[in-house]
């Protein structure tokens, strides 16, 4: 990305983070990352915010944001993945409407792309972020043709306007071909503890283990802790891959877990964390790999939902593995 595309990434993202990360509780954690955009592939922003919240973290080689405390074996691993599937700009018109491709290999279903239309996105260009619409089908113009002469909405027929008349005032605004492109986001809390936003549950799963950090300073017993929110999840795991070849290959035991992004929603809200095997591969060969879920209602939509008790749930649980809970 555009170094200052960057920047105004980054400028927008640490504002979330104004109160020290330590004096913020779990839910605004959460609130405050669900409101971040991290496209596969452009997560910059939200990588220079975590490193101004998280004393000691460091970026290693692949931009992966890294906490370690400790030294020697055993190592235990937490890997949460910071990016979402997204889109970038795949074209600009003559008449200054923007086209649009997904990034991310992650398969979401067919209405994914669907609960794009006529919805507010934001894209991030090189002089920050721009305000935009995807377009609907005039009640005018098709008044009177079979509904079932159109197809269900999809990625080819959106079309992002920004406020631009032509190509050239595209490019003003700062926008070129492959600025990343996201959902407006405004994280919603209803109900007794819950909460709904675009790929909240991810982003939960993340304030969870920042909040399990900054609670353990120094985790007690022997052996290295180290917890990674890493990046390119999306592009099979890239960021991840990385942070155990250089952290868990050839130790045993290497314990790791992976916060997955979602769960089945039956036990939302009892305060439960769902457990599994390493499924997608990410840490093929090493030892004791477990996956860590949160229950989701709602899963992969704009109101995808999750439960602030689980959350907690998931932060206890985490200080437990990394022997800060004694």
Same mark, same amino acid.
């Given at each position: ?6 920047? /105004? ?10 109160v020290?990360a ?15 955009t ?15 919240a ?46 649009? %491709?997904r990034v ?9 792309d ?5 919805q507010r ?21 098709? %008044? ?6 159109d ?7 959106a ?16 926008? !070129? ?9 405004r ?5 007794p ?5 675009? !790929?909240?549950t991810a ?19 022997? *052996? ?7 990046? %390119? %999840?999306?592009?099979r ?10 952290h /868990? ?21 009892? *305060? ?20 860590w ?24 649980r ?9």
């Amino acid at each position: 990305m555009h170094s200052r595309s960057r920047s /105004a990434l980054a400028v927008l993202a640490a504002a979330c983070f104004a109160v020290p990360a330590p004096a913020q509780t779990l839910d605004s954690l959460v609130l405050r990352l669900a409101s971040m955009t991290a496209v596969t592939g452009f997560e910059d922003a939200m990588a220079e915010s975590l490193l101004a919240a998280l004393p000691g973290a460091a970026l290693d080689r692949a931009g992966n944001v890294l906490w370690s405390s400790g030294s020697g074996e055993p190592v235990r691993v937490a890997l949460c993945p910071m990016d979402e599937v997204g889109w970038v700009v795949g074209a600009v018109t003559p008449q200054g409407y923007l086209t649009l %491709r997904r990034v991310g290999i992650t398969p979401m279903g067919p209405l994914f792309d669907q609960f794009l239309e006529g919805q507010r996105v934001t894209v991030f260009g090189r002089r920050g972020a721009v305000a935009g619409v995807v377009g609907v089908r005039s009640v005018h113009l098709t %008044r009177g043709r079979p509904a079932a002469s159109d197809g269900p909405f999809a990625l080819d027929d959106a079309a992002v306007d920004v406020g631009a008349a032509s190509a050239a005032a595209v490019r003003v605004l700062g926008i !070129d071909v492959l600025a990343p492109v996201a959902r407006a986001k405004r994280a919603h809390r209803y109900g007794p503890d819950l909460i709904a936003a675009p !790929d909240v549950t991810a982003r939960a799963a993340c304030a969870a283990l920042l909040a399990a950090v900054l609670r353990t300073p120094a985790p007690s017993g022997p *052996g290295t802790v180290v917890a990674a929110f890493t990046r %390119r %999840r999306q592009l099979r795991w890239d960021g991840a891959s990385f942070v155990l070849m250089e952290h /868990a290959r050839g130790v045993a035991p290497a314990n790791v877990v992976v916060l997955g992004e979602s769960a089945a929603e039956d036990s939302l809200g009892t *305060g439960a964390v769902v457990a599994g095997q390493d499924s997608v591969g990410v840490a093929r060969g090493y030892q004791a790999v477990t996956t860590w879920s949160l229950p989701t209602r709602y899963a992969h939509t704009p109101v995808e939902t999750v439960s602030l008790k689980d959350a907690a749930a998931l932060t206890a649980r985490l200080r437990a593995f990394m022997g800060g809970d004694r």
